[in-house]
């Protein structure tokens, strides 16, 4: 049984926007100290893209998303979404979302921090 499951991706035209979601199973959602959004472009490393606390008043974006990224997190559904506005090719990638149950708040940046992944969707943003 697949604990966080990725929807939402497409293919879009540069400036416009899409909306991520991640349902997350219960035990899993509860459990998570915080969640992220990462993506990984061919070629390229696993990014940080954005992530939000437990009570959902922290959260932090990679620069090259803020402004134009939103996360949020809904308890009574357990998932949390990525809003991406203003969207440009070089956002191409697979997006992933990801809890981590034991990491500090500090270490939320970096994939290692995170114990539980989806299976990722495809966002291509063509110019």
């Known amino acids: 049984q697949e604990q966080l499951v990725e929807s939402g991706g497409g293919l879009v035209q540069a400036g416009d926007s899409l909306r991520l979601s991640c349902e997350v199973s219960?035990?899993?959602?509860?459990?998570?100290?915080?969640l992220g959004w990462f993506r990984q472009a061919p070629g390229n490393e696993r990014e940080f893209v954005a992530s939000?606390?437990?009570?959902?008043?922290?959260?932090q974006y990679a620069d090259s998303v803020k402004g134009r990224f939103t996360i949020s997190k809904d308890n009574a559904k357990t998932s949390v979404y990525l809003q991406m506005n203003g969207l440009r090719p070089e956002d191409t990638a697979v997006y992933y979302c990801?809890?981590?149950?034991?990491?500090?708040?500090?270490?939320?940046?970096?994939?290692?921090?995170?114990?539980?992944w989806g299976q990722g969707t495809q966002v291509t943003v063509s110019s």
């Open positions: 219960g035990r899993t959602f509860s459990s998570s100290r915080f």
């Open positions: 990801a809890t981590a149950r034991r990491a500090i708040w500090s270490s939320q940046t970096r994939a290692d921090a995170y114990d539980d």
């Open positions: 939000i606390s437990r009570s959902g008043s922290g959260t």
